[in-house]
């Protein structure tokens, strides 16, 4: 079945700064690639997702990156704030119908002013 | 408008009691979600459904019973609990596919301790 692994664990930056989340996945007919952020004592809120006809999606400071080839997707968050610091999960799964999300580990991100 | 709602929002329960934890939205979706979150492991499905009646397992299953009787409600039972079953439960719900975008909407959680 589906593993997605993600990286880093925790990700400590300056507001300001830039952060990247990375994360590969093993099936070759994943196609749907969401990014969820969860704040404390929250449910995930899905934040930005990528289907694999495309290999960017931007919204104004966040984007996803898909690379089909190497089998890995990425977030990127410009411009940092603080409100920013919480926990992002990558998942994955094949077709958008059912929707089986296999999700990565997460990574905690602090973002200090 | 509520979204996806969880009661209760916190249980401790003895190893071997039994309990049900309600997942209700109102937001007429078809498709309806049981995660449980454990620290280092990300969100792992329980089980799921596509349907008032119908109900399937998804990737961690044993232990937990399911039943979607009426389309805004999606419960989750155990029958016997387990230390192993400590976690916080997620249920989660989206439109089928064709009528919108692919957003699964979550709810607050339910922290479960079994002792």
């Known amino acids: 079945g589906e593993n997605v692994e993600q990286h880093p664990s925790t990700l400590s930056v300056q507001e300001g700064d830039s952060a990247v989340i990375k994360c590969t996945y093993s099936d070759s007919a994943s196609n749907y690639f969401p990014w969820y952020k969860q704040e404390l004592g929250k449910g995930p809120q899905l934040i930005i997702d990528?289907?694999?006809?495309?290999g960017e999606k931007k919204d104004q400071r966040i984007a996803v990156t898909l690379n089909k080839t190497a089998k890995h997707f990425s977030l990127h968050i410009t411009e940092t704030q603080p409100e920013d610091s919480a926990v992002y999960f990558c998942a994955a799964s094949r077709g958008t119908g059912f929707q089986k999300l296999v999700f990565g580990t997460g990574t905690r991100l602090l973002v200090s002013p | 408008n509520a979204g996806v709602t969880q009661t209760p929002k916190f249980r401790v329960l003895k190893t071997g009691q039994s309990m049900t934890l309600l997942c209700a939205q109102d937001m007429n979706h078809e498709y309806m979600y049981w995660y449980r979150q454990d620290p280092g492991m990300g969100l792992r499905l329980i089980h799921y459904?596509?349907?008032?009646?119908?109900?399937a397992k998804g990737e961690v299953p044993d232990g937990y019973n399911v039943s979607r009787l009426k389309k805004q409600n999606f419960l989750l039972g155990l029958e016997s609990a387990a230390p192993s079953q400590t976690s916080v439960y997620f249920c989660?719900?989206?439109?089928?596919?064709?009528?919108?975008?692919?957003?699964?909407?979550f709810g607050p959680g339910t922290r479960l301790t079994v002792t």
């Open positions: 990528i289907r694999s006809n495309v």
């Open positions: 459904s596509v349907g008032e009646g119908t109900t």
């Open positions: 989660a719900s989206r439109t089928r596919p064709g009528l919108g975008g692919y957003e699964q909407y």
